[in-house]
Nanobody
Framework: QMDLVESGGGLVQTGGSLRLSCEAS?????????????LGWFRQAPGREREFVAV??????????AYTDSVKGRFTVSRDNAKHTWFLQMSDLKPEDTAVYYC??????????????????WGQGTQVTVSS
C-alpha cells in the first residue's frame, strides 16, 4: 500500500508558475524500490475526463520523461527518490491549465506510461486555477 499526498496547488495569473509536489508514504519503501516506479501527473478539468500530463520513469529505465503535447516546454517533471517525492514544475501557465491535478504511482511499470489504469496509487488531487 502506498499513500500519496500532494501539495502546491493554488491560484495564479496567466503566465505565472506553480510547483506541485507529491510525497509517497505508507509502506516500507526502500530507495531502490521507489526508484523503480514510474511516477506521473494527471489532471481533470470540470466536465472533462482525467488526462495524462507528465511522467518520469524509474531509474532502471534511465528516468525518461514524457509530456502531453499541450504542456511540452512549459512543464517539467522530476523526482527525488531518497525523499520518495516527485514534482511538477509548471511555468507559463494558461487558463486552460486550470484543473484538479493528481499524482500517481505505478507499481508494475518503469517506463513512461501514460494510461490511468497503469497506475496503482493516486493522490487526493490539488486544485490549480489560472486566471486570465
Amino acid at each position: 500500500q502506498m499513500d500519496l499526498v500532494e501539495s502546491g496547488g493554488g491560484l495564479v495569473q496567466t503566465g505565472g508558475s506553480l510547483r506541485l509536489s507529491c510525497e509517497a508514504s505508507g509502506r516500507s519503501i526502500g530507495s531502490n524500490d521507489f526508484g523503480s516506479n514510474a511516477l506521473g501527473w494527471f489532471r481533470q478539468a470540470p466536465g472533462r475526463e482525467r488526462e495524462f500530463v507528465a511522467v518520469i520513469g524509474g531509474r532502471w529505465s534511465g528516468g525518461p520523461t514524457a509530456y502531453t503535447d499541450s504542456v511540452k516546454g512549459r512543464f517539467t517533471v522530476s523526482r527525488d527518490n531518497a525523499k520518495h517525492t516527485w514534482f511538477l514544475q509548471m511555468s507559463d501557465l494558461k487558463p486552460e491549465d486550470t484543473a484538479v491535478y493528481y499524482c500517481a504511482a505505478s507499481e508494475r511499470y518503469e517506463g513512461t506510461v501514460t494510461l490511468h489504469w497503469q497506475y496503482a496509487y493516486w493522490g487526493q488531487g490539488t486544485q490549480v486555477t489560472v486566471s486570465s
